[in-house]
């Protein structure tokens, strides 16, 4: 509810529309919805139906030049969405453009993300990654104008509907994770760039930690991954990709069992462990 107020506030000199895709809640929420905000159109599905093909649902059914997809544990600050959207009509270039995230204390949230590379996958696996990479510097997340990434945290993407001619919104190969820097991809193969304008600002509620995810999850999570690694990239390349992946998960268990003792320690080493026995057998179940 808070989030589709602080749209509907934020966006009253603009001609929009709002679509509630739900992916079959058990608490009422779509017909509270539908009962406080009559004006927005409402999808409700019986099963989960994961989260690309619930955003393609209200894609298919939408008319705007622009498409913001919008995680409902956001809140949108004022003048958030108009300054993104203003940056996207000056800049033709542009297919998917995010803005500066923020916890529910005001804090930063690092949500710039690198298109996946054997080099990143090696730093990440050795600790090196958050030293040497400027998207977790928290000033860069302060900068004066926009400028390009690889792509974003899903939870603000607005995305120009012109970039998707041919193909569609999200790729619902996978269930969950993985669709934003497939979507990155997919556009920058077209031609169009990824951008993030930090004159822009939401609070994200659920900006925790992969760590504090559900083992499915966590589990489907690399299952993606691999997904995405055989989708987009071929031969050697390929198979070094995967394989540096499986050694960040490798290198991060083993930095797990020196903390055994805290029950942080013990569930992230669960989810590790778990992780890299299983990865081995999404490599064969995709046939890479």
Not at 47 to 55: D, E, L, P
Not at 118 to 130: D, G, K, M, P, S
Not at 255 to 261: G, M, Q, R, S, W
Request: glycine share 6%.
């Amino acid at each position: 509810m808070p989030c589709i107020t602080s749209v509907i506030d934020t966006c009253r000199e603009l001609d929009h529309e709002i679509i509630v895709v739900d992916n079959a809640s058990s608490d009422g929420s779509a017909e509270a919805v539908k009962v406080r905000f009559p004006q927005v159109v409402i999808i409700a599905n019986q099963n989960n139906a994961g989260f690309a093909k619930a955003n393609n649902q209200g894609y298919e059914i939408s008319a705007g030049n622009y498409i913001l997809l919008l995680n409902p544990d956001t809140i949108v600050k004022p003048g958030a969405i108009r300054t993104v959207l203003d940056f996207m009509n000056i800049t033709p270039e542009t297919g998917l453009a995010a803005c500066r995230l923020l916890n529910s204390d005001g804090s930063l949230q690092r949500s710039i993300r690198r298109i996946p590379t054997i080099t990143e996958n090696i730093l990440r696996a050795l600790f090196l990654y958050y030293w040497l990479y400027p998207e977790n510097k928290k000033a860069t997340y302060y900068r004066p104008k926009p400028f390009k990434i690889g792509y974003p945290n899903g939870a603000f993407m607005m995305v120009r509907r012109s970039a998707l001619t041919g193909m569609a919104l999200l790729n619902q190969d996978y269930f969950m994770y993985a669709e934003e820097k497939d979507l990155a991809l997919r556009l920058k193969q077209k031609g169009f760039n990824c951008y993030f304008v930090p004159g822009g600002e939401i609070i994200h509620h659920g900006g925790k930690s992969t760590d504090q995810m559900a083992l499915p999850m966590f589990l489907e999570l690399q299952k993606s991954q691999v997904k995405y690694f055989n989708k987009y990239f071929t031969g050697a390349y390929k198979r070094v990709l995967i394989w540096s992946y499986w050694f960040i998960l490798l290198t991060h268990l083993c930095a797990a069992l020196v903390f055994p003792f805290t029950k942080y320690g013990r569930y992230r080493i669960k989810l590790l462990f778990n992780a890299v026995v299983k990865y081995p057998q999404y490599m064969r179940e995709i046939k890479t």
